[in-house]
């Protein structure tokens, strides 16, 4: 009997040690996953190089859409009839870039929406590889962040590769051909950054995208055409 | 005694379980996390710094070089998916291709203020080998084109060069792709 009782206590000694121990890796390898979880992207197997996106260039006439905003209304460019022109923006609710400069989209809508010049946001991303990019997030990032300004899901990521937006933020700024009337051809007449420092808005020195509408407003040629920004790539 | 056994046995798997709520209650368990973050302690008081440049500097220490080596430099930020993606990929070829004279950069473009918080950390957890390097220049208008004028600013980006042969690529990279365009300059 007491070799029974020693043999048990032996045995559930070596159970005890076995299963503590198994928690410990158990738990390694959770600490583990979540590292990676945190760093790497799921699994998308387009690389940026499979799309060669040639988009438009200064000139070009850019595309109308029709575009779910985050109210659920579909949003096309031809709703807008007294519109002199549009702020198109490529931005999302996950890159730094595009967060550092919400409040000066905000700020440039309030500005320029009522010189005829609204501000159309446009989420490029698949929510499928940047998850945060859900259209879900995008109303909740709407409301949070004060958008006063449509904020569209380019679902079908048709609309950001024929513009030729390869980042968030990336602004295409339009102006509607005058002669044509409200049924005017929309015209890129700027491509680029907001201005020359995303990082911070009070250390900014060329506000380039303000400077182009004045400059269309006023009737004169666009100084600056084109600038370049660094920003998160289109998560396609 | 052997039913003793099996329900202590069944209890013990069933902790295993759910090891998150259990890590509180079970004593030996919360030991087991202590020493791992006292370990993590260790790790970040060995931390290296990362260095800060401009764009000018970057360029007079890293893009101008005229020895025989081939340098990769490529840019990436901590919270750019695609980025840390292919990290491994220039970390494997530089350590594939050590006995070439090959040199690997990371630019980091995380904001500056996250250098302790975010790069650093990173660094550590993945035990990134290539030397990081934080590019603190805003006006990012103004150097973009320096790199290259076909960067549209997006990131991931890479530069490879070897004395005045010099190519950019705005794309993510596999290892593979890598070590293809990499042999262009062997």
Same mark, same amino acid.
């Given at each position: 009997?007491k070799t029974?009782?020693?043999?048990?206590s032996?045995?559930?000694a070596?159970?005890?040690?076995?299963?503590?121990s198994?928690?410990k890796?158990?738990?390694k390898?959770?600490?583990e996953?979540?590292a990676?979880?945190?760093?790497?992207?799921?699994?998308?197997?387009?690389t940026n #190089?499979?799309?060669?996106?040639v988009?438009?260039?200064?000139?070009d006439?850019? +595309?109308?859409?029709k $575009?779910? /905003?985050? *109210?659920?209304?579909?949003v096309?460019?031809?709703?807008y009839k007294?519109?002199?022109g549009?702020i198109v923006?490529?931005?999302?609710n996950?890159c730094?870039?595009?967060i550092?400069?919400?409040e000066?989209?905000v700020?440039?809508d309030n500005?320029?929406k009522?010189?005829?010049?609204?501000?159309i946001?446009?989420n490029?991303?698949?929510?499928?590889?940047?998850e945060?990019? #859900?259209?879900?997030?995008?109303?909740a990032k709407?409301k949070?962040?004060?958008f +006063?300004?449509?904020? $569209?899901? /380019?679902? *079908?990521q048709?609309?950001?590769a024929?513009?030729g937006?390869?980042?968030?933020?990336?602004?295409?700024?339009?102006?509607k051909d005058a002669?044509?009337?409200?049924a005017?051809k929309n015209?890129?007449?700027?491509?680029?950054a907001?201005?020359?420092?995303?990082?911070?808005?009070?250390?900014v020195k060329?506000?380039f995208?303000?400077n182009a509408v004045?400059?269309l407003?006023?009737?004169k040629?666009?100084s600056?055409?084109e600038?370049?920004?660094?920003g998160?790539?289109?998560?396609? | 005694?052997?039913?003793?056994v099996?329900?202590?046995?069944a209890l013990?798997?069933?902790?295993c379980?759910?090891m998150e709520?259990?890590?509180?209650?079970d004593?030996?368990?919360s030991e087991?996390?202590q020493?791992?973050?006292l370990?993590n302690?260790e790790e970040?008081?060995?931390?290296e710094?990362?260095?800060?440049?401009?764009?000018?500097?970057?360029e007079?220490k890293y893009?101008q070089?005229k020895t025989d080596s081939?340098y990769?430099i490529?840019?990436w930020?901590?919270?750019?998916?695609?980025?840390?993606?292919?990290?491994?990929?220039f970390e494997k070829?530089?350590?594939?291709?050590s006995?070439?004279?090959?040199?690997?950069?990371?630019?980091?473009?995380?904001?500056?203020?996250?250098?302790?918080?975010?790069?650093?950390?990173f660094?550590?957890?993945?035990?990134i080998?290539?030397?990081?390097?934080?590019l603190?220049?805003a006006?990012?208008n103004?150097?973009i084109p320096?790199?290259?004028?076909?960067?549209?600013?997006a990131?991931?980006?890479t530069?490879i060069y070897?004395?005045?042969?010099?190519?950019?690529?705005?794309?993510?990279?596999t290892?593979?792709?890598l070590e293809?365009?990499l042999?262009?300059?062997?």
């Open positions: 009997m029974t009782k020693i043999l048990s032996l045995a559930f070596v159970i005890a040690i076995t299963a503590f198994s928690c890796n158990e738990q390898q959770g600490i996953e979540v990676i979880n945190e760093n790497v992207e799921t699994n998308d197997s387009k #190089s499979e799309t060669v996106a988009g438009y260039k200064i000139g006439e850019a +595309t109308d859409f $575009l779910k /905003d985050v *109210s659920g209304k579909m096309s460019l031809s709703d007294d519109a002199k549009f923006i490529f931005t999302c996950t730094p870039f595009a550092a400069s919400e000066r989209i700020a440039l500005e320029f009522p010189k005829g010049y609204p501000v946001a446009i490029p991303n698949n929510p499928e590889v940047q945060d990019d #859900s259209y879900e997030l995008m109303q709407a949070e962040a004060g +006063t300004f449509p904020y $569209l899901f /380019d679902e *079908s048709t609309i950001y024929k513009y937006a390869t980042k968030t933020p990336h602004v295409y700024l339009l102006q002669a044509a009337g409200s005017g015209i890129v007449k700027y491509i680029g907001i201005d020359d420092n995303v990082r911070n808005a009070s250390a060329e506000q995208l303000a004045n400059e407003l006023e009737g040629e666009i600056v055409k600038t370049k920004a660094i998160c790539s289109v998560k396609q | 005694m052997k039913i003793l099996i329900i202590l046995f013990l798997l069933h902790s379980a759910d709520k259990e890590a509180k209650k004593g030996v368990v087991v996390v020493k791992e973050n370990q302690i970040d008081l060995n931390t710094k990362v260095v800060s440049l401009n764009f000018e500097e970057l007079r893009f070089k081939i990769i490529n840019f930020a901590t919270w750019c998916k695609p980025c840390i993606k292919e990290l491994p990929a070829i530089a350590s594939d291709y006995d070439k004279k090959i040199k690997v950069l990371l630019v980091s473009l995380d904001f500056p203020d996250k250098i302790e918080g975010q790069v650093i950390p660094i550590k957890k993945n035990k080998q290539s030397e990081v390097v934080l603190d220049d006006d990012a103004s150097w320096k790199v290259s004028p076909e960067w549209s600013g990131i991931p980006a530069v070897k004395k005045d042969n010099r190519k950019f690529y705005e794309q993510s990279f290892f593979e792709e293809t365009e042999k262009t300059f062997l």
